[in-house]
């Protein structure tokens, strides 16, 4: 396994330069941050090693980030890639956790417990996802909108995706399982901090 942290990234909170500084200090596999038209600019630490700033003009969305992020860790020789939100709602000290699981998994999904401190209307809509899909695909899919995952890349770049927004994960969920790929599960913190 190569892999990558890929970071899409929209006006991030002022925890983000924190976020990387806790990344870094866990590990220092290569990470990709889509700057998806932020206002100021986003703005690396050039004392943080190993991290590719990819821009978008204007804002994009967050699938069309991803995507872009996921063409270019394929063509630059990564076979995996574990996506963490920029708002520091995903803990990186689960890094090697995602790293430990079998590689020949396409998709690792974070799974969060479904109650407070999530909003009502985050975790009615993420039940009511997850068990649409769960059922349309024939496969137990635990928590359908955590966007901290670990992606087998070769899948992802064989794939023709639609979505450009947040519906992109779940596109890629649908498509992924209705070819029969694997899919697993890690539990992982309920943070709403920063909301």
């Known amino acids: 396994m190569i892999p990558s942290i890929i970071i899409p990234a929209y006006n991030p909170p002022v ?4 976020l990387l500084k806790n990344i870094r200090n866990i590990t220092s596999i290569p990470i990709i941050i889509i700057d998806d038209g932020s206002c100021p600019p986003v703005e690396i630490n050039q004392k943080y090693k190993h991290i590719k700033l990819l821009k ?13 992020a996921f063409h270019y860790v394929y063509e630059h020789g990564y076979t995996h890639a574990i996506t963490i939100d920029a708002d520091s709602q995903h803990d990186p000290a689960l890094i090697p956790k995602f790293i430990s699981i079998d590689e020949d998994i396409s998709i690792v999904c974070g799974k969060r417990v479904l109650k407070r401190p999530m909003p009502f209307h985050r975790i009615l809509s993420n039940l009511i996802t997850s068990k649409i899909i769960s059922l349309v695909c024939s496969t137990a899919v635990l928590d359908s909108q955590c966007g901290y995952r670990r992606y087998r890349i070769q899948d992802i770049y064989m794939e023709k995706f639609e979505e450009d927004g947040f519906q992109f994960e779940t596109e890629i969920l ?5 070819k029969g790929l694997k899919l697993s599960h890690i539990e992982i913190p309920t943070i709403y901090s920063y909301e």
């Open 56 to 68: 978008n003009e204007i804002n994009a969305g967050k699938g069309f980030s991803l995507l872009k």
């Open 15 to 18: 925890t983000f330069q924190t």
């Open 174 to 178: 649908i498509k992924h399982l209705s």
